[in-house]
């Protein structure tokens, strides 16, 4: 016991509350997270003016920062966050050879790939690069495989499109706004460099 913190020894009321609050921050969306993080704080300030001397203070809040500090980190680094997640789901494809065009229109046929899981896909290419043939390792493959292999056989690259109010430290973001496949030359306010060949499209993924 003489190798625990003093704060674990002797207010033990305050550990089990800033584990609590560290945990509960962890999985609140950012707005009531804060709320909840400055609340905690009031209770410790006002826990700090019935202690003295000053070294005692800095102490006791060091630790509370500390405590508070290690539980968040382990979530942040917690390695299977939403995106994650939804990268190991399962797509299917009528062939694994597809043009960027095919892949598009496949994409908004949604019927076509059914199943729990529906991510909104919108693609963004230069219309020369329609008819760019991808080679997929086989007709059913994980979204992760299905990324991996357009951007590593053309220029688009992805992006999970998040909703702020849906983030968290343990999973990050709730990927709710879709799926982004672009050309990054392409992003930002016309005029494009090139012509652009972008619909809106339904792609679908299910878990095995």
């Not at 046929?109 to 997929?136: L, M, S, Y």
Request: proline share 6%; hydrophobic share 45%.
């Amino acid at each position: 016991m003489k190798y625990l913190p003093n704060i674990l020894r002797s207010d033990p009321l305050y550990v089990a509350g800033t584990i609590t609050v560290a945990v509960l921050a962890c999985v609140l969306e950012p707005l009531y997270m804060c709320i909840l993080l400055a609340a905690w704080a009031m209770v410790i300030a006002h826990k700090c003016k019935k202690l003295n001397p000053r070294n005692e203070r800095s102490r006791f809040v060091g630790k509370v920062i500390g405590l508070c500090g290690v539980i968040m980190l382990l979530a942040y680094l917690n390695p299977w966050k939403t995106e994650d997640l939804l990268k190991d789901t399962t797509v299917s494809l009528p062939s694994n050879r597809c043009t960027l065009a095919e892949l598009e229109a496949i994409s908004r046929r949604a019927g076509d790939i059914d199943g729990p899981i529906r991510v909104g896909a919108w693609f963004t290419f230069a219309a020369e690069d329609a008819e760019k043939v991808i080679v997929f390792p086989s007709r059913t493959l994980t979204l992760r495989a299905f990324i991996e292999s357009i951007e590593s056989q053309s220029v688009l690259q992805h992006k999970f499109m998040h909703c702020g109010t849906g983030w968290s430290i343990l999973r990050g973001g709730d990927c709710c706004m879709g799926l982004v496949i672009r050309d990054v030359e392409l992003v930002g306010p016309p005029p494009y460099p090139r012509p652009r060949y972008e619909r809106e499209s339904m792609l679908a993924a299910t878990g095995e």
